[in-house]
């Protein structure tokens, strides 16, 4: 006999009964390829099933409030019980569909669509109707799905905010709210209280296309989108907060449909105490292991508030972490191709922001990793910013942070000069400077090498320093290309190139689900390197074989597991996981409470008292009417 159960938040479970052995099949969620099993004759492994199996819960709503929560709605997928039950009966067409049905529905309208902006406003919308489809539909067609809700259609959705704007996502606390108790006030207004990650930019900088102030929005909204579909984090746990002091952008202040504050940039003291209010309200409210992810802040702001909260609060920033982690990740997996460790390259980097400087960072630790000594892997990193090549000539006017990188070199804004200088393995881009890297550059690089790195890494497409077209043909196809937003496949004489993306989310989804699941108080740098490295190794020789550098996108809600795992791992080795008692199975323990985009059966099951406890508890005498006379 075989009957199968959906349990709310969890995986499927099958329960497989045969003669006197029962056992239990917890089958991965739906990107997952592996399939594991509960032993249900072994004691100790009903105990840990008992433990960790997500329980299902009636929800209070009813009627029309119902279909109008998307946590809950299942849109005409309803059964007949559930639709009488729920007292939805007659308020949906009385067809019945499954949610593959309302997936290909779904999917062909958005196929219909004259372009990507188009698609992005279609799954918003799908979005506040019904929260499972949608993730059903991101999770199962991620390569098609990816580049419209993240990079490259996000930023252009960012750029539009006002006026594509719908219903309202996530927080917005202003400079006017610039108190604990205000900004704690807010925070109690959001309708879950269960609140585990939060992504919070101030909309500086926005991808490579600058200050859009409240527009920015988008970007949390999108990175917990990624939460939940690439590394299956409930999507009640997640906030996306936008932090409102103005904008610098003339355009925005005159635009009609700006939806911020119209006013110029607050900066210094009162935008630190702003910052200072929101970490001590966030974390009284939903407590110190709420994880605090911070996005697409100014260069001025994002290094200094990472050293700010880094070892006060549980939080990262993924534009210099997460951004040096997955092209870490790319480097190792060239250094796979090449034969040759990380710790015997050089590497130019055009563009030294936050992000570059992070990248420049966490290569360094990776080579004192292999051996190298600090200085010595200092010495293999060439970093130019705006106004050139970073040497000890500028000592004087350059961030602290690039002290260790400066040449004693002549001071030069010429990047193929460089490279005929230094001869480096690899070139990195982060200058959103759309084809900095020209013809010559990439000519003289696979001149100079073998197999050249190149990473084109700005975002969105448009500030791409190049073409993975240009990298492939220039080059013959012996470029190790990597870019920041995705591109079309290559092909050359007859061999077809396939193009890796160093997006973040190889990183921070797997990240954020340790972080989440096993209560890590702080997020040490070693994490990310950490990451970088399991990244990399999951790179397979049929990955190779087609020029991409990283795992397909279609593998990281398992890769991130495989990420949460290692991370779980470390933290409890150095003490930095909280959540007693340890589980006994890590694995186990994280797919039972991943999301599962499968409609969950939403009525408990009832279950019968022993008969005599389900009487009255006592015999009602019998009394007598006396009569009127006595």
């Not at 105990?47 to 009627?63: D, M, N, Q, S, W």
């Not at 990955?543 to 933290?571: D, H, M, T, W």
């Amino acid at each position: 006999m075989q009957r199968q159960v959906n349990m709310q938040n969890g995986s499927m479970l099958k329960t497989v009964v045969s003669g006197c052995n029962r056992r239990l099949s917890l089958t991965a969620a739906p990107l997952a390829k592996k399939t594991f099993e509960w032993d249900l004759t072994d004691p100790e492994q009903v105990k840990l099933f008992k433990e960790y199996r997500p329980e299902r819960i009636t929800p209070h709503k009813r009627g029309i409030e119902l279909l109008k929560t998307p946590g809950i709605n299942k849109g005409m997928a309803f059964s007949l019980h559930e639709r009488q039950y729920f007292g939805i009966h007659g308020l949906l067409p009385p067809a019945f569909m499954t949610a593959d049905q309302q997936a290909y529905r779904i999917l062909t309208k958005l196929r219909q669509q004259p372009d990507d902006l188009a698609r992005y406003i279609q799954l918003d919308s799908l979005q506040d109707r019904n929260e499972k489809l949608y993730y059903k539909i991101i999770c199962e067609n991620v390569k098609e799905m990816m580049p419209i809700v993240y990079t490259p259609t996000v930023g252009q959705a960012c750029q539009h905010f006002g006026f594509i704007y719908r219903n309202p996502k996530g927080l917005y606390v202003t400079i006017n709210d610039n108190s604990i108790s205000k900004i704690y006030q807010i925070l109690c207004n959001w309708p879950s209280e269960d609140i585990r990650a939060i992504v919070v930019t101030d909309g500086e900088r926005i991808l490579g296309l600058g200050d859009l102030g409240c527009y920015g929005i988008g970007i949390p909204v999108g990175k917990l989108a990624l939460y939940v579909a690439l590394a299956g984090i409930q999507p009640r746990w997640c906030l996306p907060v936008l932090i409102d002091v103005g904008t610098d952008n003339a355009k925005l202040l005159n635009d009609p449909f700006y939806t911020g504050l119209r006013r110029k940039r607050v900066r210094g003291e009162e935008y630190d105490t702003l910052l200072d209010n929101f970490m001590k309200a966030c974390t009284k409210r939903f407590g110190h292991d709420t994880l605090i992810q911070f996005e697409d802040f100014g260069n001025q702001n994002a290094y200094r508030l990472l050293d700010r909260y880094q070892d006060r609060y549980c939080m990262f920033n993924d534009d210099i972490q997460g951004t040096a982690s997955v092209v870490v990740a790319g480097l190792l997996a060239a250094s796979r191709m090449t034969k040759k460790k990380l710790s015997e390259k050089k590497f130019v980097f055009l563009g030294a922001g936050g992000a570059a400087t992070g990248v420049a960072e966490m290569c360094v630790r990776q080579m004192q990793f292999e051996g190298l000594h600090y200085d010595e892997a200092c010495k293999r990193i060439y970093l130019m910013d705006i106004d050139g090549l970073i040497t000890t000539n500028r000592i004087r006017n350059i961030n602290l942070r690039h002290i260790p990188f400066a040449k004693d070199m002549p001071d030069t804004k010429d990047l193929l000069q460089v490279i005929k200088d230094v001869k480096p393995d690899g070139l990195i881009g982060a200058s959103t400077v759309k084809g900095a890297f020209s013809h010559d550059v990439i000519k003289t690089m696979a001149e100079i090498n073998k197999q050249p790195i190149i990473f084109a890494l700005s975002n969105p497409t448009s500030k791409a320093e190049c073409t993975a077209e240009e990298a492939y043909k220039i080059t013959n196809g012996r470029v190790l290309f990597a870019s920041g937003s995705p591109f079309k496949n290559v092909e050359i004489n007859g061999k077809l190139y396939k193009p890796g993306q160093g997006n973040n989310a190889y990183i921070f989804p797997g990240v954020a689900l340790a972080v989440i699941l096993f209560k890590v108080r702080h997020i040490d740098n070693k994490l990310f390197l950490l990451a970088a490295r399991k990244v990399a190794d999951s790179v397979s020789e049929k990955n190779f074989a087609v020029g991409r550098i990283y795992p397909k996108l279609s593998e990281i809600r398992e890769l991130s597991i495989q990420i949460a795992i290692e991370v779980a791992n470390e933290c409890y080795k150095d003490g930095t996981a909280k959540l007693y008692p340890e589980p006994k199975d890590k694995e186990k323990y994280i797919r039972s409470q991943v999301y599962n985009v499968d409609y969950d059966e939403i009525i408990s099951h009832t279950w019968e008292w022993p008969e005599k406890d389900s009487k009255h508890g006592f015999p009602v005498p019998v009394v007598r009417r006396e009569s009127m006379d006595d």
